[in-house]
């Protein structure tokens, strides 16, 4: 992911509505990206990960898009609920070197 | 399961005093574990990988003599500050990788770390 300084992107949604969050990345090496979940004082929380092969991959109300054409991921949240307001990083490396590189994050509030 | 801990959860210390964070893995072995920093609303900057073992690996810009890193069993890696300034004021996370989950990385906490 590219981290780009001081300025958070935030996302609000009502409450049952579908958010959509978008990450940009730099290397166009990567092969492996994830997305995690930070809630304010906590450490990320692993929410899904996707490799280069796959386009698409679906998880619990959560669904991640690869694009590496133009190097974008996006992260699909369905039916959000109130306890999908946090910050949410994109992050990118190489399956089996275990290094990754942070986005800048985008918070999502959602709005009962 | 996959658990990570981070001792302590906050510290506020003074100019020119040394700080040491403790991670944990506490159910299962890790073989590698990382140190992140995280400034306000930022993101997570890899700062170190730290092997079981063997010396830290620092990124660039990090000063390892700054940053002292141990990791000297497989479920414990600790960060030391080292004569601590207002800059290094920040959110400091680890996590760890279980060898079984090869990609895998489980994110500790966090400890807020604040020098006055």
């Known amino acids: 992911g590219e981290s780009v300084g001081l300025h958070l992107p935030t996302l609000s949604v009502q409450e049952g509505d579908n958010s959509i969050i978008n990450c940009a990345y730099s290397?166009?090496?990567?092969?492996?990206f994830i997305w995690y979940k930070q809630e304010s004082g906590k450490g990320p929380q692993f929410i899904i990960d996707?490799?280069?092969?796959?386009d698409k991959r679906q998880g619990q109300r959560v669904t991640v898009l690869l694009n590496k054409t133009v190097k974008h991921l996006s992260l699909q949240i369905a039916a959000t609920q109130p306890g999908d307001s946090a910050v949410y990083f994109c992050?990118?490396?190489?399956?089996?070197?275990?290094?990754?590189?942070f986005g800048t994050g985008t918070r999502l509030t959602i709005i009962p | 399961g996959a658990v990570v801990s981070q001792h302590p959860s906050w510290v506020i210390c003074k100019s020119g005093t040394s700080v040491k964070i403790e991670c944990r893995s506490l159910?299962?072995?890790?073989?590698?574990m990382f140190w992140y920093r995280q400034f306000p609303k930022q993101s997570l900057m890899l700062m170190a990988t730290?092997?079981?073992?063997?010396?830290?690996?620092?990124e660039q810009g990090v000063e390892k003599d700054k940053f002292l890193i141990n990791h000297a069993s497989l479920t414990l890696s600790t960060l030391t500050v080292t004569s601590a300034h207002p800059e290094d004021s920040s959110f400091y996370i680890c996590?760890?990788?279980?060898?079984?989950?090869?990609?895998?990385?489980?994110f500790g906490p966090g400890t807020r770390l604040t020098v006055l």
């Open positions: 996590s760890a990788r279980d060898g079984l989950q090869y990609n895998e990385q489980f």
């Open positions: 290397n166009s090496a990567s092969d492996y």
């Open positions: 996707i490799r280069s092969n796959m």
């Open positions: 992050a990118d490396g190489y399956f089996g070197n275990e290094k990754l590189t």
């Open positions: 159910d299962f072995q890790a073989t590698t």
């Open positions: 730290s092997n079981e073992g063997s010396k830290a690996t620092y």
